[in-house]
């Protein structure tokens, strides 16, 4: 049926080969997790009090740091997209960083600049703040890792949406701030709202950045991906089940970015 | 088109063929070890390879549990040294140890500070106070487990900051000077050097964490598997220990 369908688009027959064997490769791991679900159990091991308090602290750090992604990025992207100046295409590299860093090195990064002996962590503790171990700091490493994910969804979407009624509407007497609202934003917005998505479901799988970062303490720090690391040692069957919460909710995610996406088309 | 598709395969598989060929000239003797051992038993192993010609010593360090995990699944592996007795237990439950185990090593615990240490600790009951941010290992881990057991011989209660997965990670919050205190192995304290300072404290000598080493019943190379054993077991083995800050098992 496949075939049939795609002939008129004159794809070469073998390269459903390699694509079928790339979906099995992704596909398969999921379905051996699944599959060492110790299903009896299930509903008492993702309902523990620590597997409770992790997805809570999760749930609600990940809607944090996408807040802040959407408050620091839309205004990032749309500078990055609509704007030309010297060292653009370096400051869109550097911005896009984290996104290939390994998280570990975005934890020690954020540890050397807000860690009680980092760049900012003496002015910091001055004004009586203290990050280090507190749930700001796994929003900090949620923010830092999943922000380039909204910045280059976003950026795209400007790119491709152009200029023509922002031209238009400024022609028309609009200013700056109105055209921004009124004109920019709603032809963008799928664009937005999938980058949103994305950045909360890159949020809540963030592991490597937080635990050198923040620590791990039940209910102050310890996040799904960094309990399911903890229990994996002891309680395979928990860190199993919790592994699958979060795939469903992953895919439930990235689900909702995709559509989002494909209204814009 | 063909072509592109078969060299593409050829790429594929090429690293998975060397992986398989590699072992025509030599022998490997596969030894898996607890993390804590990684200097120490770096350093025997060079010195098993320089008694050895031809023998290439390949070591594989994690958390004793994840290699516990590892053999259960399979993993090709001739020697398990594991940071303590319950993950050697697994083994021995699921029948894959050729004879005995042997402790060949032990570890206490002791309170680590940043250098200066800020916060004035001088022994385990200072760790209590609520101006002190301790970081411990949870205790699913044998650091963790460890604590727990000094916090109740003591009836003294901690409330760490943060609780992690492994030593290192204790380390890596009191080198960075995020935490006041920690607690980790002897040994550790002394890889770190300069970077923390070690505070000895009287209750840990109750809480003794055994090492024991074994050749798995999977080995093909047996008897070069027990000759790595006994020089972890003989006087080279146990000298390098010694200066890494283990002391002797009873």
Redesign the interface.
């Known amino acids: 049926m496949v075939t049939a369908r795609a002939r008129p688009t004159g794809l ?1 027959g ?1 390269v459903f ?2 694509a079928a064997l790339g979906a099995v490769f992704v596909l398969l791991p999921l379905v051996a997790i699944v599959a060492r679900v110790d299903w009896a159990n299930f509903v008492p091991l993702i309902t523990s009090d620590s597997s409770r308090a992790a997805l809570w602290l999760s749930l609600r750090t990940s809607a944090v740091s996408t807040v802040l992604c959407v408050l620091l990025g839309v205004p990032m992207a749309v500078v990055l997209a609509r704007t030309e100046f010297r060292g653009q295409g370096v400051l869109r590299s550097l911005v896009l960083l984290p996104l290939v860093l390994p998280p570990v090195v975005g934890g020690l990064a954020l ?1 050397y600049t807000f ?3 980092g760049l900012l962590g003496e002015t910091f503790s001055a004004w009586g703040i203290e990050i ?2 507190s749930s700001t700091a796994v929003v900090m490493a949620q923010t830092f890792v999943s922000m380039p994910f909204l910045v280059v969804s976003l950026e795209g979407a400007l790119r491709t949406a152009g200029q023509r009624y922002e031209v238009v509407a400024a022609t028309l007497g609009a200013g700056p701030s109105t055209v921004f609202r009124r004109v920019t934003l709603p032809l963008v917005l799928p664009g937005l709202l999938s980058g949103a998505v994305l950045a909360f479901a890159r949020a809540l799988g963030e592991f490597g950045a937080t ?2 970062f ?5 209910g102050t ?2 996040t799904l991906p ?1 309990l399911i ?3 994996r ?2 309680d ?1 069957d928990a860190a199993v089940a919790l592994a699958l919460v979060l795939v469903v909710v992953a895919v439930v995610v990235i689900g909702l970015a995709r559509q989002g996406r494909g209204s814009t088309r | 088109m063909r072509r592109t598709a078969l060299l593409a395969a050829a790429f594929l598989l090429a690293p998975a063929l060397a992986a398989c060929g590699g072992d025509d000239e030599g022998t490997t003797l596969n030894v898996y070890a607890a993390a804590s051992l990684t200097a120490t038993f770096e350093e025997v192993a060079e010195v098993f390879e320089q008694e050895h010609d031809g023998v290439d010593v390949e070591l594989n360090f994690s958390g004793s549990s994840d290699l516990v995990t590892a053999i259960q699944e399979g993993a090709d592996a001739d020697v398990f040294a594991s940071a303590d007795l319950p993950n050697m237990d697994k083994i021995t439950t699921d029948g894959l140890e050729a004879g005995d185990p042997v402790d060949f090593a032990t570890n206490t615990l002791q309170i680590v500070v940043p250098p200066g240490n800020p916060a004035g600790v001088t022994g385990f009951a200072d760790l209590a106070g609520a101006d002190v941010k301790l970081v411990v290992c949870a205790p699913e881990v044998p650091c963790g487990a460890a604590t727990q057991k000094v916090s109740e011989n003591t009836g003294i209660t901690l409330s760490p900051v943060s609780e992690e997965q492994s030593v290192t990670d204790v380390l890596g919050k009191v080198t960075s000077g995020e935490a006041d205190a920690g607690l980790v192995y002897v040994t550790d304290v002394i890889a770190a050097g300069e970077a923390v300072e070690g505070i000895e404290f009287p209750e840990a000598a109750e809480v003794v964490n055994t090492y024991p080493i074994v050749v798995l019943a999977d080995s093909e190379e047996g008897d070069l598997a027990q000759e790595f054993v006994d020089l972890v077991l003989g006087e080279a083995g146990q000298g390098v220990l010694g200066d890494a800050g283990f002391a002797p098992a009873p």
């Open positions: 070469p073998w080969v390699p540890l860690g009680r002996r280090a171990f635990v050198t923040a620590g791990s303490l039940q720090t310890q960094s690391y903890q229990e040692v002891t395979p």
